[in-house]
């Protein structure tokens, strides 16, 4: 079965503070993706990553970054956390041109 | 954007009762399509996919159809029992791109 792990499932941060969400993957996949779930709004997504060192900016990247310098770790940076990115923030990964991308258990955020 | 929706926010059955869950897309040019399961608090899990060049795809008590003429997919669960109460929503998929509905609410009744 395909694991995506996302080390931080539940995080409080202050205004301002530099954020990081760590997101493995052990099925050698090429491409990692980065979401974030809000109600009534379904999945944006921020950024993705098709290999090793390679991004794309997704839908709604101001704000965040991005880290992919080994293959199986996918990291999103926020700079400054600000009080609206309190969010659901999902991982995912996918076999360069599998059908399909898996998730993560979610990393909730919290920015006070 | 793109338009990737549902008819129906939410959705109760019966224990037992087969349901159905639909999901309406906008570009007939999207390769595949994918169904997931969202329990509160967990991330999306993957049900079913299906390619453009079908029409019916069959899991274990889940079935997929895909109507490319009126792009409408839709989720078919058979004796739906209670541990499938989660969101349901679809996804479609074109190149590297994914596009996702906000999903439908199914409860199960016991």
């Known amino acids: 079965d395909v694991k995506v792990t996302q080390s931080s499932r539940y995080l409080v941060k202050r205004t301002g503070e530099k954020v990081f969400l760590e997101c493995v993957q052990d099925?050698?996949?090429?491409?990692m993706f980065w979401y974030r779930q809000d109600p009534g709004l379904g999945l944006r997504l921020i950024y993705f990553?098709?290999?090793?060192?390679?991004?794309e900016k997704g839908d709604i990247p101001e704000g965040y970054s991005v880290s992919r310098e080994k293959k199986e770790r996918f990291s999103l940076i926020l700079e400054s956390a600000s009080t609206n990115q309190t969010s659901m923030y999902l991982c995912?990964?996918?076999?360069?041109?599998?059908?399909?991308?898996?998730f993560g258990e979610g990393s909730w955020l919290t920015v006070v | 954007g793109e338009s990737v929706g549902l008819h129906l926010p939410t959705l109760s059955v019966q224990e037992g009762d087969n349901s159905i869950i639909n999901c309406a897309y906008s570009n007939s040019a999207s390769d595949y399509f994918i169904w997931y399961k969202q329990e509160s608090g967990k991330g999306p899990q993957f049900i079913i996919d299906i390619r453009s060049n079908m029409d019916k795809r069959q899991g274990q008590r889940v079935t997929v159809l895909l109507n490319k003429t009126v792009k409408h997919l839709s989720l078919q669960i058979a004796a739906t029992q209670p541990g499938d109460s989660a969101v349901y929503f679809c996804?479609?998929?074109?190149?590297?791109?994914?596009?996702f509905g906000t999903g439908t609410s199914l409860t199960v009744i016991p």
């Open positions: 995912a990964s996918r076999a360069q041109g599998a059908s399909t991308i898996y």
């Open positions: 990553s098709y290999d090793v060192k390679m991004k």
């Open positions: 099925m050698d996949h090429e491409n």
């Open positions: 996804a479609e998929g074109r190149g590297n791109q994914f596009y």
